[in-house]
Nanobody, 125 residues
Framework: QVLLVESGGDSVQAGGSLRLSCDAS??????MAWFRQAPGKEREGVAH????????GYTDSVQGRFTISRDSTKNILYLQMNNLKPEDTAVYYCALRLNWAPTTARLKAAFYDYWGQGTQVTVSS
């Protein structure tokens, strides 16, 4: 059974930074991603990374501010978030994909099989 556990969410002021972590409990050879969901909005793909960590992608709104990475030796997925904005406020989820997906689909929730419980990020202006 795949268990994903996020941590690192917090309340920060605009312009601040946070690093989210996701313990993937031994499942290192799969594509993973970070999603977020703000109140009243649909879940949005934020960043994805390949199983080897050699390919990444970001939604336009976080490009240049967020960095996704993984430490396969520790089975941990990270999301470094810099220059945070109030519109980044959301519950952030990590997700794991068992099967191959085209690059254009790797920020779509339907392609992911397992999800963490989420961690809250709140950015105040």
């Amino acid at each position: 059974q795949v268990l994903l556990v996020e941590s690192g969410g917090d309340s920060v002021q605009a312009g601040g930074s946070l690093r989210l972590s996701c313990d993937a409990s031994g499942y290192t050879r799969y594509g993973m991603a970070w999603f977020r969901q703000a109140p009243g909005k649909e879940r949005e793909g934020v960043a994805h990374i390949s199983s080897a960590g050699t390919s990444t992608g970001y939604t336009d709104s976080v490009q240049g501010r967020f960095t996704i990475s993984r430490d396969s030796t520790k089975n941990i997925l990270y999301l470094q978030m810099n220059n945070l904005k109030p519109e980044d406020t959301a519950v952030y989820y990590c997700a794991l994909r068992l099967n191959w997906a085209p690059t254009t689909a790797r920020l779509k929730a339907a392609f992911y099989d397992y999800w963490g419980q989420g961690t809250q990020v709140t950015v105040s202006s």
